[in-house]
């Protein structure tokens, strides 16, 4: 089950970060011409930068999951029970497990020679 985890947060983040089919909302989020990074007070440039991160996206989508009782976090459920606390802590360690599959997968892919991610 954690296998199948780890495959559908990267798969959905470089799909969403990535391919064609998650460019519509990429597209909403436009990145400025000649843009190093977003201004302190740039929330739609930041937000542009962060939707083409398959790491940051991964967060997102492994935390998103924890809705659905998916994730490395959920043995916690029986300590913590059904609490709105509780959901929040496993989201936020789900999230974090999701950002650290995909750094991996983006280590090996690069290590093997695959374009710049």
């Known amino acids: 089950m954690l296998l199948l985890w780890m495959l559908a ?5 470089d799909t969403v970060s990535k391919a064609r089919v998650g460019a519509p909302l990429r597209r909403r989020f436009p990145l400025p011409d000649g ?3 977003p201004g302190p007070d ?36 029986a300590l913590g029970g059904g609490s709105i606390v509780a959901l929040a802590v496993r989201a936020v360690l789900n999230g974090f497990a999701g950002a650290a599959v ?4 983006y280590v090996v892919l690069h290590k093997l020679g695959a374009d710049d991610l």
Request: hydrophobic letters at 55%.
């Open 9 to 13: 947060v990267y798969g959905i983040a």
């Open 35 to 37: 843009a190093n990074g």
């Open 42 to 77: 740039d929330l739609a440039v930041t937000f542009a930068h962060l939707i083409r991160c398959p790491k940051c996206v991964g967060w997102w989508v492994s935390a998103l999951l924890t809705l659905l009782h998916m994730g490395p976090a959920e043995a916690l459920s």
């Open 102 to 105: 995909c750094w991996f997968v």
